[in-house]
């Protein structure tokens, strides 16, 4: 761990790669989420009902066709375009660390590594798309609960909703965080030459049997957690003040302030996400070079 943070810190281009594997995984939404307003149980009603209605009455239209066929076309090209960059850019950190000075472990090259990282990590991912399936029929059966009496108008319907069924979203967090581990691990195996099944399992039973493994885990996961939580509340200060700012019609002395405090604020989160990730990143590969004997 000591290891990881030196080499890290140590090392600004290795930000840049972490954090860009981040972001077009999904952690874009982390910095976007504290600039965005929820959606409130009538303006959601308002936006949802009428297409639901059509759907249910009517039959599928053409709009709900288009609208399904669209999010179906952009969830597809942001899952196999994000995975296959994020897979690159994984065997590119992952091949920097392995070469650098603190190891000097020289990986194999091979054809298609970036499609068997990227295969490996969608495979990973298999017991949270099911957590995430059942999750998702409790999610609507309690939206629909919450839109038919819903409770406290002041907290969003998205809180609301998660107060009632918690548990229901703890099982597909847990088992996302264990398939990015268990992905992460799988990739650097492949990279030190094994195959896609062979690296799977032996990261799957890694992360059973061995507690440095585990450590591994708990300890990047918590970090990375830890800051991105500091990230995003600092964040969410600074655009609050902001926005409130423009609404009350502040001078231009004290908008362009609380555009610079923001604009920093964003940009400081961003760099702490950059070397956390980057912690992570190097600390995985330590450790997976360290159990594969390397």
Same mark, same amino acid.
Request: cysteine-free.
């Given at each position: $761990?000591?290891? +990881?943070?030196?080499?890290?810190?140590?090392?600004?281009?290795?930000?840049?790669?972490?954090?860009?594997?981040?972001?077009?995984?999904?952690?874009?939404?982390?910095? *976007?989420?504290?600039?965005?307003?929820?959606?409130?149980?009538?303006?959601?009603?308002?936006?949802?009902?009428?297409?639901?209605?059509? %759907?249910?009455?009517?039959?599928?239209?053409?709009?709900?066709?288009?609208?399904?066929?669209?999010?179906?076309?952009? !969830?597809?090209?942001?899952?196999?375009?994000?995975?296959?960059?994020?897979?690159?850019?994984?065997?590119?950190?992952?091949?920097?660390?392995?070469?650098?000075?603190?190891?000097?472990?020289?990986?194999?090259?091979?054809?298609?590594?970036?499609?068997?990282? %990227?295969?490996?990590?969608?495979?990973?991912?298999?017991?949270?798309?099911?957590?995430?399936?059942?999750?998702?029929?409790?999610?609507?059966?309690?939206?629909?609960?919450?839109?038919?009496?819903? !409770?406290?108008?002041?907290?969003?319907?998205?809180?609301?909703?998660?107060?009632?069924?918690?548990?229901?979203?703890?099982?597909?967090?847990?088992?996302?965080?264990? !398939?990015?581990?268990?992905?992460?691990?799988?990739?650097?195996?492949?990279?030190?030459?094994?195959?896609?099944?062979?690296?799977?399992?032996?990261?799957?039973?890694?992360?059973?049997?061995?507690?440095?493994?585990?450590?591994? %885990? *708990?300890?990047?996961?918590?970090?990375?957690?830890?800051?991105?939580?500091? +990230?995003?509340?600092?964040?969410?200060?600074?655009?609050?003040?902001?926005?409130?700012?423009?609404?009350?019609?502040?001078?231009?002395?004290?908008?362009?302030?609380?555009?610079? $405090?923001?604009?920093?604020?964003?940009?400081?989160?961003?760099?702490?996400?950059?070397?956390?990730?980057?912690?992570?990143?190097?600390?995985?590969?330590?450790?997976?070079?360290?159990?594969?004997?390397?």
């Amino acid at each position: $761990m000591a290891a +990881a943070i030196l080499s890290a810190l140590a090392r600004p281009r290795w930000w840049v790669l972490a954090l860009a594997a981040f972001l077009v995984r999904g952690g874009f939404v982390v910095l *976007i989420l504290p600039i965005v307003i929820p959606p409130t149980a009538a303006g959601l009603a308002n936006l949802v009902a009428p297409t639901l209605i059509g %759907f249910v009455f009517g039959g599928p239209s053409v709009t709900f066709l288009v609208l399904v066929a669209t999010t179906a076309a952009i !969830g597809g090209t942001w899952l196999v375009g994000g995975g296959l960059l994020g897979a690159w850019l994984d065997v590119a950190l992952v091949r920097e660390v392995a070469a650098d000075d603190e190891l000097e472990v020289p990986l194999p090259q091979r054809p298609g590594r970036v499609l068997r990282v %990227f295969v490996v990590r969608l495979a990973a991912h298999l017991p949270t798309l099911v957590a995430l399936a059942w999750a998702a029929t409790r999610i609507v059966a309690e939206t629909y609960a919450e839109l038919l009496s819903p !409770g406290d108008p002041d907290v969003p319907i998205a809180l609301r909703v998660a107060a009632r069924i918690p548990e229901t979203l703890l099982l597909p967090s847990l088992a996302w965080l264990v !398939g990015e581990a268990t992905g992460g691990l799988a990739a650097r195996r492949i990279m030190a030459g094994l195959g896609v099944r062979s690296a799977l399992a032996s990261a799957w039973l890694d992360l059973v049997r061995h507690p440095s493994v585990v450590a591994t %885990f *708990i300890v990047t996961d918590v970090v990375v957690g830890a800051l991105l939580v500091l +990230a995003a509340l600092v964040t969410a200060v600074t655009w609050n003040g902001l926005r409130i700012v423009l609404v009350d019609g502040g001078t231009g002395l004290e908008v362009r302030a609380a555009l610079l $405090m923001f604009g920093a604020a964003w940009l400081g989160g961003a760099w702490i996400i950059s070397l956390a990730t980057a912690f992570r990143q190097v600390a995985w590969t330590f450790e997976a070079l360290r159990r594969s004997g390397r």
